[in-house]
């Protein structure tokens, strides 16, 4: 960690100051928080795009970069995050965005609720391995009701979950523990993403 800290110190000082003042964060933090959102901007530099404003897009980008750091640990992701909304919403004042609607999502098809499904996960501080492993799933269980004819998500049911369960455990022949992990995967989907009922999950594995 001292790295990380020394390469904060003189990053973004007032900044720096404002976190102190307003003792948004422990003392001991305030250059780690610095650190994270002078390397975002470099980023943003990098990459030629606008660090102006708060880009949901860039900074989910910018998270899984560092993830590719092999010099990063697991939980390092979500302190920058948390610097960036500081920096962002706090520091420069910026509103913070309004999530899409339910019906936006639906209707934007497998890569709006891919993305909502993302951002959620995020916020709630799951692993990264744990998004990527949900997300895949989600992709094959999108595929599976694709090719059964169901286009839209609002006619997905608890019944759409049992037939791709029993499909992986007849048909792929997964173990019970990959099969929990799908299921995992679609019930966050269906509660979090779709905002639907499932019934009593017991009944559905």
Do not use: C, M
């Given at each position: 960690m001292d790295y990380f800290a020394n390469r904060g110190q003189d990053a973004l000082p007032?900044?720096?100051?404002?976190?102190?003042?307003?003792?948004?964060?422990?003392?001991?933090?305030?250059?780690?928080?610095?650190?994270?959102?002078?390397r975002f901007l470099h980023y943003a530099q990098r990459h030629d795009f606008t660090a102006t404003e708060y880009q949901e897009s860039n900074i989910a980008a910018?998270?899984?970069?560092?993830?590719?750091?092999?010099?990063?640990?697991?939980?390092?992701?979500?302190?920058?995050?948390?610097?960036?909304?500081?920096?962002?919403?706090?520091?420069?004042?910026?509103?913070?965005p309004e999530p899409a609607s339910h019906a936006a999502i639906s209707s934007g098809g497998a890569p709006a609720v891919l993305a909502e499904m993302s951002r959620l996960?995020?916020?709630?501080?799951?692993?990264?391995?744990?998004?990527?492993?949900?997300?895949?799933?989600?992709?094959?269980?999108?595929?599976?009701?694709?090719?059964?004819?169901?286009?839209?998500?609002?006619?997905?049911?608890?019944?759409?979950?049992?037939?791709?369960?029993?499909?992986?455990?007849?048909?792929?022949?997964?173990?019970?523990s990959t099969q929990n992990q799908a299921f995992n995967a679609l019930l966050f989907?269906?509660?979090n993403v779709l905002n639907k009922e499932t019934g009593n999950p017991c009944c559905l594995i």
């Open positions: 007032e900044f720096q100051k404002f976190l102190l003042d307003k003792k948004l964060v422990p003392e001991a933090k305030v250059s780690f928080f610095a650190y994270w959102v002078s910018f998270l899984d970069d560092l993830r590719l750091d092999n010099r990063i640990l697991d939980w390092q992701p979500l302190q920058a995050e948390d610097a960036l909304k500081l920096y962002y919403f706090h520091y420069l004042g910026q509103a913070k996960i995020r916020l709630k501080h799951y692993s990264y391995s744990t998004e990527r492993t949900y997300l895949q799933w989600v992709e094959r269980f999108i595929g599976y009701v694709k090719e059964a004819g169901r286009e839209r998500f609002d006619d997905l049911t608890s019944e759409d979950i049992r037939d791709f369960l029993s499909h992986l455990a007849l048909r792929k022949r997964v173990s019970s989907l269906f509660r």
